[in-house]
């Protein structure tokens, strides 16, 4: 019930998304119904979808990690797979000289699960809050670099400026097949998260609990793990990385379903999406002449939700 | 007649070495022995962990060909840690160890436990006694043929040790099901049916409680004798034993 609620209010948000502004929509219809039509379908759809369906993504996949890691600051851009996917698509499209969608998304999905390879085997699973915290640091910091070394270093001269278009994450001018190759993957791969979310919540039990009810821990952490790369991998390819979201919509979503973490997944898919469709339109109607990135005002908006989160830990962690 | 459990090779690399056990339907059975000796690789081998060997059989049931709806009727474990990371109400964790929702037994289980006070509040604020006996209720809420639990009176004051011991009692007399419990507190060991021994990973004394706790392998096992003041260190026949 309360998630049909909030699966209508998301419509209702996507579907301001879609139309606002309207004034533009209808100037183009007195100049031709058709271009209407391919100014809603063409240009407005796929930045709707792509806000909406990438949201949805970080929220589901934070809430995932979160749980596989028993940790709350785990999430795609603290495990460094957010900067992992970027590498990458950078390493991709200015190296390899892949420019195809598809190819782009199996980029990002391949270094996102490569950042979380990493990860695992510096921090390990399971571990303490602060190892994972620096580990998560270490391979975004290392992510990152190799990244701006990978633009630095192209053959084209303006791989720099060209990259800060989607880096720091944009929705504008995305196709329709652009929107397709990053949310396919990450909607099948969203489904499978869901799929397992009650093993989630028996996670918070122990992996020797979650074992003895004949579920198998080790696979279900790296098919998490797999499946969030998949997901954010396609995403950050296709739109560049967007911080934050996937760290603080599982961190509300919990407060709604009583702190279980597994059942926390669809709840922080809709918070994100709402987050990150909100973002949007912000960017969206602030009057500039210039594009600002959506992964900026998320951040922004973000930060102090993470110190917040972060100071109530330490206030737990001395009671 | 066969046992309610049997288990053929169970171990773990490393920490326990091939065992052979088997447990009646009725008969709760601590397992004791020195830090290290093998105790929690036992109850985790039974418990079927990722990395436990050999087969285990309960209720005529090869536990490892189980799904988990199965596996509930089948066993439960209680692991020794009391960490708590996610702030589920108290209630909650409770039906963690029902595969379907069951009110009644829930409130049975606050009530056996005197929980009530605390049914709302998330664990991972409780004190590690109180969470100690929320994480019990969890494990017994299946109410399934064979309870495993690691040190559950560890952390307890000594009416809820005791308390604990008698409701561990009362489970298994409902359910005609069997206990393996791991406890330090020897005295508390006289207590159960059955008393196992484990030491230096393998299992060296098995039987009545008196008869284990008064045998040679118990002395050299913990290197205590009981005397007439308690305890004692005993002194070492063997200086290898002092590693």
Known sequence: MRIALALLLLAGIAALHLLIPYGSLEAARAIDPGLATTLLVELRLPRTLLALGYGVTLGICGAALQALFANPLASPDITGSSSGAAMGAVFASYWLGISSPLGMALAGALGAGLALVVLLALAGRRTDKVALLLAGLAVSLAAGATTSLALALAPSPFAFYDAFDWLMGSFTDRSLGQAAAGLIPAALACAFLLHRARALDLMALGDDVLASFGHKPRRLGIEIVALSAIAVGACVSVCGAIGFVGLIAPVIARRLTSGHPGRALMPAGLIGGGLVIGADMLVRTIPLDRAIPVGVVTTLIGTPIFIAVLMSMRGRMAS | ?243
């Open chain 2, 1 to 243: 007649m066969t046992a309610l459990l049997e288990a053929q090779g169970i171990g773990i690399a490393g920490r326990l070495s091939p065992t052979e056990l088997a447990v009646e339907a009725g008969q709760m059975v601590a397992v004791i022995g020195p830090n290290g000796g093998g105790k929690t690789s036992l109850l985790r081998a039974l418990a079927r962990t990722e990395d436990a060997l050999g087969s285990v059989t309960i209720d005529g049931r090869a536990v490892d060909e189980t799904a988990e709806a199965e596996r509930r009727r089948l066993l439960s474990f209680l692991p020794a840690s009391r960490e708590a990371t996610w702030p589920v109400a108290v209630a909650d964790f409770l039906a963690f160890g029902l595969g379907s929702p069951d009110a009644s037994r829930i409130d049975a289980l606050i009530d056996m436990l005197k929980l009530a006070p605390l049914a709302d509040r998330p664990i991972d604020r409780l004190s590690t006694g109180e969470r100690a006996r929320a994480m019990l209720g969890r494990a017994i809420a299946g109410q399934p043929r064979l309870l495993l639990l690691d040190e559950p009176l560890s952390n307890l004051d000594p009416y809820w040790a005791l308390r604990t011991v008698e409701i561990i009692r009362t489970e298994i007399a409902q359910n005609r099901s069997a206990a393996l419990v791991s406890v330090h507190d020897l005295d508390i060991a006289r207590r159960f049916d059955r008393v196992v021994l484990v030491s230096g990973g393998t299992v060296v004394a098995d039987g009545a409680p008196e008869m284990v706790l008064d045998s040679r392998e118990f002395g050299e096992a913990f290197r205590v004798t009981k005397g007439a003041r308690g305890w004692a260190i005993s002194s070492p026949a063997d200086p290898r034993s002092w590693r």
